[in-house]
């Protein structure tokens, strides 16, 4: 069993930068990849980023690429997620997820854990 647990969001403006964190705990979490995915209401949830268990590899969504940057910290059992030059269209809901590898794009059904999400406004 693994559990995570995110922090860090926030009502900010755009052009403004935040970062979110996402402490894991449990049995070999630190073994596993993790994602963020994000969910805007009315909205699918929709992947955002997603590291492998040592951070060597990553990849992103194409409407983050450049301003987002997702880490991982195992000695402190911490992922985050680095966000700048927010726009309003990134207000969402972000949640994260640990799971095995992945191919491709991770679906929204990716992760076998996930945590209870952190909101994030953006407002113009």
């Known amino acids: 069993q693994v559990h995570l647990a995110e922090s860090g969001g926030g009502l900010v403006q755009a052009g403004d930068s935040l970062r979110l964190s996402c402490r894991f705990s449990g049995h070999n979490a630190g073994s596993y990849a993790m994602a963020w995915f994000r969910q805007a209401p009315g909205k699918e949830r929709e992947f955002v980023a997603i590291?492998?268990?040592?951070?060597?590899?990553?990849e992103y969504a194409d409407s983050v690429k450049g301003r987002f940057t997702i880490s991982r910290d195992n000695t402190k059992n911490t992922m985050y997620l680095q966000m700048n030059i927010l726009k309003p269209e990134d207000t969402a809901l972000y949640s994260c997820a640990s799971g095995g590898g992945w191919h491709g794009i991770p679906t929204p059904s990716w992760g076998d854990y996930w945590g209870q999400g952190t909101q994030v406004t953006v407002s113009s």
């Open positions: 590291i492998s268990w040592n951070g060597g590899i990553s």
